[in-house]
């Protein structure tokens, strides 16, 4: 991928913009805008900075996702967001760790009613693991534990393999992700969070988060968005996930949540 050219993404109406914004550009004007920066093809700043700041999370609402890209793409799957009643946060392609702080702390409601909540970030932060990083991981843990007191927290992992993650491993993103306060008890909520992956039940084979093309990395029929939608299903009704036997063995052995696959 040209990093001077605009990429032609899959999802045509998601294209400079977050999704449950309040407007939506044109398609020109978005095509015009977007430019391949960071992890993710990011917005116009202007875009979703105004629109993000516009959304405000239903009081009401049990679960709720925010982040990256990966939000927008989630909502396509089939049996995805909208039907399983998870609500849609602040998020925009292109963004990271730090953008989602600054969303994050300009509102003040507390959302007591809230009992899982899932962010999708890391991936237009290279997964770094920098004093910066992990600073602004330890200000969204403090943000998010403060504004959602009652909930369990699960952090979804990103793509990798192109653009500015093209070099990445998985292990790195591990690495990465271990800079949350990852637990592998989940009795009551606020005690840490879940490293969510891509894995279905009946699905024993490792389900790899590399994509060697942004079209493929934001591609709603692709089994990892469909298998990562599955365990976010789980984990909001049933507080489980599943793992395939590598991601087993690195955090879930003592688990009694994760349901181990041979």
């Given at each position: 991928?040209?990093?001077?050219?605009?990429?032609?993404?899959?999802?045509?109406?998601?294209?400079?913009?977050?999704?449950?914004?309040?407007?939506?550009?044109?398609?020109?004007?978005?095509?015009?805008?977007?430019?391949?920066?960071?992890?993710?093809?990011?917005?116009?700043?202007?875009?979703?900075?105004?629109?993000?700041?516009?959304?405000?999370?239903?009081?009401?609402?049990?679960?709720?996702?925010?982040?990256?890209?990966?939000?927008?793409?989630?909502?396509?799957v089939p049996n995805g967001l909208k039907d399983n009643k998870i609500d849609i946060g602040y998020?925009?392609?292109?963004?990271?760790?730090?953008?989602?702080?600054?969303?994050?702390?300009?509102?003040?409601?507390?959302?007591?009613?809230?009992?899982?909540?899932?962010?999708?970030?890391?991936?237009?932060?290279?997964?770094?693991?920098?004093?910066?990083?992990?600073?602004?991981?330890?200000?969204?843990?403090?943000?998010?534990?403060?504004?959602?007191?009652?909930?369990?927290?699960?952090?979804?992992?990103g793509t990798r393999g192109w653009l500015k993650v093209k070099n990445i491993t998985e292990s790195?993103?591990?690495?990465?992700?271990?800079?949350?306060?990852?637990?592998?008890?989940?009795?009551?909520?606020?005690?840490?969070?879940?490293?969510?992956?891509?894995?279905?039940?009946?699905?024993?084979?490792?389900?790899?988060?590399?994509?060697?093309?942004?079209?493929?990395?934001?591609?709603?029929?692709?089994?990892?968005?469909?298998?990562?939608?599955?365990?976010?299903?789980?984990?909001?009704?049933?507080?489980?996930?599943?793992?395939?036997?590598?991601?087993?063995?690195?955090?879930?052995?003592?688990?009694?949540?994760?349901?181990?696959?041979?």
């Open positions: 991928l040209n990093p001077n050219k605009t990429p032609k993404f899959d999802y045509p109406n998601l294209v400079n913009r977050n999704v449950g914004a309040s407007s939506t550009p044109s398609s020109a004007a978005a095509a015009a805008a977007t430019a391949a920066v960071g992890g993710n093809a990011a917005a116009a700043a202007n875009d979703c900075d105004t629109n993000a700041t516009k959304i405000t999370l239903n009081i009401s609402s049990t679960s709720v996702i925010m982040g990256d890209s990966t939000v927008g793409v989630l909502a396509q998020n925009c392609e292109g963004k990271d760790v730090a953008w989602l702080n600054k969303q994050l702390s300009k509102d003040k409601t507390v959302y007591k009613n809230v009992k899982t909540v899932f962010v999708a970030i890391g991936t237009n932060d290279g997964y770094a693991t920098t004093s910066t990083e992990k600073g602004a991981i330890k200000t969204l843990d403090s943000l998010i534990k403060s504004k959602f007191p009652n909930a369990f927290l699960a952090v979804v992992a790195q993103q591990d690495v990465y992700y271990n800079q949350f306060d990852i637990v592998d008890d989940w009795t009551s909520p606020g005690n840490g969070w879940l490293y969510l992956w891509a894995v279905k039940d009946d699905n024993n084979k490792h389900v790899s988060s590399y994509f060697d093309d942004v079209n493929k990395a934001h591609n709603p029929k692709n089994k990892w968005f469909i298998n990562l939608m599955y365990n976010i299903r789980q984990f909001k009704v049933k507080k489980q996930c599943f793992r395939s036997e590598k991601r087993y063995e690195l955090y879930g052995a003592r688990d009694k949540n994760i349901k181990r696959q041979n």
